[in-house]
């Protein structure tokens, strides 16, 4: 579609939406007066409210889920000459974080009907030099983690959740983040919790946990650091950290997402469950597949669609936005070039998302699903 046609949104029902609740204008007006708004007790308590909330045992807040991905890697001490196995079938972000550790990310097929990525075309691709996997909660569907922890235990190596899409999705009966090595959560705009933006890193070894509060500002673990009269830094830095550290503006619109979070998480639940309810067994529109032992956010709902850009026409016309999320990450020429991954060849030509948010009102989403039931009928 031509940009001018973007232009115009006016009038379109949105793919994407930002959910703060109206008590964050005070929130942060509170943390504005208090004379302290870098990394304190505000940060301090989001941490603790995700941690409670979601059943995780340590976790380290961000200043992005990028960070977070970055801070991961180099806690695993992924470096040049390493490759880690990862998905082709995500946001940039995922990869480029392994590139800046100046390792290589070596691309395993997804399936194509969950769009995770595949866990025997993950064994497939390991090599001496792999030092970690990296799988992505597409669409907030859990991976199959399960057959990955398996592979990861096998071959001595760590497993790294990407689960900027996962904040709320349970595998097995346990929320993401709660099990596992490193799992790193988004809180940017369109999330369910958004602190504007920001990341938090969730992990059950405490060995981890050490290293990636130093690693999120500049090596030093600020809870610890000892200070004297005239010299604010500890006497041995002996790591080289970065300056991802969430503060306290930022971790209070995350608070208050918190606490508020079971109202978008209801929301977007009722709507995509109406989508898999009313749109299953269509002719040109397929749908992901969920497995019955996890429960996904819905924070994004991608399906396959015969004839894509036909479709997206015919929703722009019905002032209905749609939108390709990602694009397999190989096409792109930093990562080295095309690989053969026959299922992210298909998704990439036939994914598309169509709006899910908690802003959508049921005439909203009756305007849509009518919508695709009249484009199936072509």
Known sequence: MEKKDYELLGGMIRLWSTYIPEAAGDAVKETLRSNWINTGNQEKLFREKVSRKFNIAYCVACNSGTSALRASYAALGIGPGDEVISTPYTFIATNTAILEQGAKPVFADIQYDTLNIDPKSVESKLTKNTKAIVCVHYGGLPCDMEELWAIGKKYHLPVVEDSAHALGSKYKGNYIGSRGDIITFSFQVIKIVTSGDGGIIATSNKEYYKK???????????????????????????????????????????????????????????????????????????????????????????????????????????????????????????????????????????????????????????????????????
């Not at 619109?253 to 009722?270: Q, S």
């Not at 908690?358 to 909203?364: G, H, P, T, V, Y």
Request: glycine share 6%; charged share 30%.
């Open 212 to 378: 990636l509060k130093k690693l999120i500002w500049f090596g030093i673990d600020r809870e610890e650091k000892k200070t004297n009269l005239l010299d604010p830094l500890p006497e041995l830095i002996d790591v080289l950290g970065f300056k991802y550290n969430m503060n306290d503006i930022n971790a209070t619109l995350g608070i208050v997402g918190i606490d508020h979070f079971d109202i978008p998480f209801k929301r977007r639940k009722d709507i995509g469950e109406r989508y898999r309810r009313e749109l299953a067994g269509l002719r040109k529109i397929q749908l992901t597949k969920y497995a019955p032992d996890r429960s996904p956010n819905y924070q994004i709902f991608p399906i396959h669609v015969e004839g894509r850009l036909d479709f997206a026409k015919f929703m722009h016309e019905r002032s209905i936005m749609v939108n390709v999320n990602n694009r397999r990450n190989d096409r792109y020429a930093i990562f080295g070039g095309m690989c053969e991954l026959p299922n992210t060849a298909r998704a990439d030509e036939d994914v598309i998302l169509i709006p899910l948010h908690a802003d959508l009102n049921n005439e909203d989403v009756d305007k849509i699903i009518d919508a695709v039931q009249a484009y199936d009928k072509l």
